[in-house]
């Protein structure tokens, strides 16, 4: 099954979207239409990547702002 196979797959959607696309459909939009969407909108998210955590850059090394004890190069 390819990525652009749209009504051959499960979805899963938040209560949002769904209500969204129930009322959409109830004011008259083709359902195909809000699905082939709905899809265009899901297909984008999947391929941005993930945004950064503050957990995710714990591997780079911090920086002090204060000066340690027995530092003397800022004399």
């Keep these: 099954m390819s990525d652009d196979d749209v009504f051959s797959r499960r979805w899963v959607f938040t209560e949002d979207e769904l209500l ?7 004011g008259g939009e083709n359902p195909d239409v809000v ?4 899809h265009a909108h ?17 591997g780079t090394p911090r920086t002090t702002r204060h000066v340690r004890r027995g530092d003397d190069s800022r004399r």
């Design 20 to 26: 969204r696309m129930l009322w959409r459909c109830h």
């Design 35 to 38: 699905l082939l969407e709905l």
């Design 42 to 58: 899901h297909h984008n998210e999947r391929r941005r990547p993930p945004p950064l955590t503050r957990h995710a850059s714990r």
